[in-house]
């Protein structure tokens, strides 16, 4: 049996990878590079970014920790907000 977890109200995910993360080092623990040194780091990290859009929290942690976040469908959402 699948796992379920409430994440907001209504909302049902069907396994731990569907869990949005809000932190970089939850983002790094998933990628399997936490460990890891920087440069895989980012490239793990940049890969991620390019398949999905990082909450606001996630973004802002990953730049406090010095990933590079900045993506152009990014800037263009965040200059139309």
Same mark, same amino acid.
């Given at each position: 049996?699948?796992?379920?977890?409430?994440?907001?109200?209504?909302?049902?995910?069907?396994?731990?990878?569907?869990?949005?993360?809000?932190?970089?080092?939850?983002?790094?623990?998933?990628?399997?590079?936490?460990d890891s040194p920087?440069?895989? *780091? *980012?490239?793990?990290?940049?890969?991620?970014?390019?398949?999905?859009?990082?909450?606001?929290?996630?973004?802002?942690?990953?730049?406090?920790?010095?990933?590079?976040? *900045?993506?152009?469908?990014?800037?263009?959402?965040?200059?139309?907000?």
């Open positions: 049996m699948t796992e379920r977890f409430v994440v907001e109200p209504g909302q049902l995910v069907r396994s731990r990878e569907q869990i949005p993360v809000s932190t970089a080092r939850a983002l790094l623990r998933r990628l399997g590079v936490l920087p440069a895989e *780091q *980012q490239a793990a990290v940049s890969a991620w970014l390019d398949e999905h859009e990082p909450s606001s929290a996630l973004a802002e942690s990953l730049e406090i920790a010095g990933f590079n976040v *900045q993506r152009p469908g990014l800037q263009a959402r965040a200059a139309g907000s």
